[in-house]
């Protein structure tokens, strides 16, 4: 079978095994049990390796091998309690795919999923902390490569991100500094925007109330002061 048609196979199997998946239950089928062994055998593999780097570029080579799984779920899953989907959903943000993982997210919050019994944190709360952390990390390595145009694209993309996770958790009780995280992620992308100082400000204050030690406070006196010289610029 080629490449092509067994990707197509997969993902047309696992769409009907994850349709007929009662909600809440665990998911169940063959392709759920191959890629369930197969993530079993990719765990084993990273579990070997120390760096963390490393294991975030295995991740990056391993995860394409799960796409097609994915991809069928997503189309006719009705809710079934899946830790192939959700483990994915979290390797995702792990190599910087925030919009593959948040597509996960997405379905796994609708429908409640939890993260498997390994991961300490629920669901809505590690989506919102790794991809508040991812973003910290795309926005410090844009500012180091380039503070110009190519910043205000990363953050521009991240704004989008981490505005559609923020709205996804946004109903979820979850731990203040977590929810803090979040919002200074998004205060900070907004700030790089170059164009939003407005509203970096509000996420930014925001992370100050939920986490008094979020680090942001001159941050936030610095982008005041920006947007009260702009506007008395504006005035003269």
């Known amino acids: 079978m080629s490449t092509l048609a067994r990707r197509h196979f997969q993902r047309v199997s696992a769409a009907q095994a994850a349709g007929a998946a009662d909600p809440g239950q665990p998911q169940n089928g063959e392709q759920y049990e191959l890629h369930a062994a197969a993530l079993w055998e990719a765990r084993r ?24 799984y994915v991809t069928g779920v997503l189309e006719a899953g009705t809710g079934a309690q899946d830790d192939v989907l ?7 943000l792990d190599v910087g795919d ?10 796994a919050l609708r429908h409640g999923l939890d993260t498997p019994d390994r991961f300490e944190r629920d669901t809505p709360a590690i989506v919102a902390e790794q991809l ?16 110009g145009v190519e910043l205000g694209h990363v953050a521009a993309d991240l704004v989008m991100h981490l505005s559609r996770a923020e709205a996804l958790t946004r109903d979820a009780d979850m ?31 925001r992370a100050l109330q939920l986490n008094e030690r979020a680090g942001v406070k001159k941050d936030i006196e610095k982008l005041e002061r920006e947007l009260k010289n702009a506007g008395g610029q504006a005035n003269a």
């Open 132 to 147: 508040a952390e991812e973003a910290m990390r795309q926005l410090d390595a844009a500012a180091r490569e380039d503070a």
């Open 175 to 205: 731990h203040d500094p977590v929810r803090a995280k979040l919002h200074k992620a998004l205060g900070y992308a907004y700030r790089d925007t170059g164009h939003h100082a407005a509203e970096a400000v509000e996420h930014l204050r």
């Open 98 to 107: 925030l919009a593959g993982g948040l597509a996960i997210a997405e379905y």
């Open 45 to 68: 593999t990273l579990k070997a390796i120390k760096s963390t780097q490393a294991k975030i570029a295995k991740k990056r080579e391993l995860l394409p091998a799960f796409d097609a």
């Open 86 to 92: 959700v483990t994915v959903m979290l390797w995702r």
